[in-house]
């Protein structure tokens, strides 16, 4: 079945640090859309991709999607303890159901 | 705009009993959907609906029904509940999706904690 895989499942980093995590599907997407969820809460839109090759930024937040449209990620420069969370990609494959990868947590030490 | 709401927040069963988990939207949003959470699976899609009156499965549906009678509101169904339906349940809706070969932002309810017993 469809599936969409994202590593790593944890990352810990010190302020300061840059941080990435990436996406894959074995088949292509018709879009892909990343979210950040805080502990305890519910997943929070972060942007919409749907383009080969795209890259799109949010001031410290740069993500890009494949030219094959399989795979996509997120890279974040300068991490602050503002960025803890589990980012989240899900894609999509005939713009209805969304499949979600597991999520990689990320950990900020001051 | 309240967004999405659901209800309950939490929600204690015993295996068996039946409930319903309410989610409703105020942005006149034609996509709802329903996901579960468990720890380290992420989020995985149990049903979605792209308007009134149509609704399909998703990933894991067995065990959950829904209805979409108005624009409004989309709310899921456990026919009997078991342990493994214990989760976070999130809803959320976007413009867009089905016909429209769309889907923007979703935006998403705080979530219904349930533990079946």
């Given at each position: ?5 994202q ?15 990436y996406?894959?599907?074995?088949t ?7 979210y950040k ?11 919409q991709l ?10 410290r ?6 030219e ?40 900020v030490?001051? | ?22 989610c ?11 996901y ?12 979605y ?19 979409r ?12 509940a078991?342990?493994?339906q ?24 705080p ?7």
């Amino acid at each position: 079945g469809q599936q969409v895989m994202q590593i790593p499942q944890y990352q810990h980093v010190q302020e300061g640090e840059d941080f990435t995590t990436y996406c894959n599907s074995s088949t292509t997407l018709s879009n892909i859309q990343w979210y950040k969820q805080r502990p305890g809460g519910h997943p929070v839109f972060l942007i919409q991709l749907v383009k080969s090759g795209e890259v799109k930024k949010q001031k410290r937040l740069t993500f890009q999607f494949g030219e094959a449209k399989k795979n996509s990620s997120l890279h974040i420069t300068a991490t602050q303890t503002t960025d803890v969370g589990t980012y989240f990609c899900a894609g999509q494959y005939n713009f209805n159901k969304f499949y979600f990868g597991s999520g990689t947590k990320l950990n900020v030490k001051p | 705009n309240a967004g999405v709401t659901q209800t309950p927040k939490f929600q204690v069963l015993k295996t068996g009993q039946s409930m319903t988990l309410q989610c409703a939207q105020d942005m006149n949003h034609e996509y709802m959907s329903w996901y579960r959470q468990d720890p380290g699976m992420g989020l995985r899609l149990i049903h979605y609906s792209v308007g009134a009156g149509i609704t399909d499965q998703g990933e894991v549906p067995n065990g959950y029904n829904v209805s979409r009678s108005t624009t409004e509101d989309f709310p899921l169904r456990l026919l009997s509940a078991a342990p493994s339906q214990t989760s976070v349940y999130f809803c959320a809706s976007s413009y867009g999706g089905g016909a429209l070969r769309r889907t923007d932002t979703q935006y998403f309810g705080p979530g219904t904690r349930l533990t079946v017993l």
